[in-house]
């Protein structure tokens, strides 16, 4: 088990991307106004990209620049000091091929808003890094 | 109720600040080699500033820096659909005074880490917004 410096075990990507499929809510990163900002998204992991929906507004800006973006995802249970986060980079675009749309539709991607969000975006995870506390590892370290 | 155009209710100040008192993971957003980048801490609010610990890492650059970090915090359920999220900024720096260490440090603050993460950090929340997701609401938009 390969563990950074802070005691935490470091994750491959498979472990990543197996993670990120047993969730359904993420937080896109970009930035606006020059301001770093989190965006949570309904979104779905589509081979090797994540997939959300969109409309005009803040992500949108940085997919029309052609900026890369990042996504976060975790599951920290703070009481029994366990959990995981993945962290992804990747230059996102708006999905526009008929074909692709055709399928990528039936994702289960309802956003959580009422607003009206006809634009999805792929999120080509590029980068991929994680996470993961071992549970007790606290302890033991502390202890040694 | 203020609802922004995505059909979601838009929280005061005051309304963020009381769901920061109800969690205790949050995410520092920065930028880490000109890529943004989410870390998530164990943090508590403290009068109007937000709290956590670190050791030598990235979070750490960004507040040599005197860079603006920013903060999210959300608690959606994606079943339910129902949730919220808060999102703030402010300039992030290290407590040296020892009175405000002594009085920081009984704050519970334990990283989920086991590594070593000496210094506190005070993030004042010069800026902070938050949405909410009003159950049902979707529904009856689309229904309308």
Redesign the interface.
């Known amino acids: 088990m390969d563990v950074?410096?802070?005691?935490?075990q470091i994750l491959t990507r498979a472990e990543c991307l197996r993670l990120l499929e047993t969730a359904?809510?993420g937080?896109v990163?970009?930035?606006h106004r020059a301001?770093?900002?989190?965006l949570?998204v309904?979104y779905a992991l589509q081979e090797d990209s994540v997939v959300f929906r969109t409309?005009p507004?803040t992500k949108l800006h940085g997919v029309d620049r052609g900026a890369?973006?990042?996504f976060?995802v975790?599951d920290?249970d703070?009481v029994r000091?366990t959990?995981w986060?993945v962290?992804a980079?990747g230059e996102a675009y708006q999905v526009t091929d008929p074909d692709e749309l055709a399928r990528l539709d039936r994702l289960p991607l309802?956003p959580?808003?009422?607003?009206f969000?006809p634009f999805l975006i792929r999120l080509p995870l590029q980068?991929v890094s994680g996470?993961r506390?071992?549970a007790g590892?606290?302890e033991?370290?502390?202890g040694a």
Chains 1, 2 share one sequence.
């Open positions: 950074d410096r802070n005691g935490l359904t809510i937080r990163l970009t930035s301001l770093p900002v989190a949570p309904t409309g507004g890369v973006l990042g976060e975790d920290v703070p000091r959990g986060s962290l980079h309802e959580l808003a009422p607003g969000f980068e996470r506390i071992v590892q606290r033991v370290t502390l």
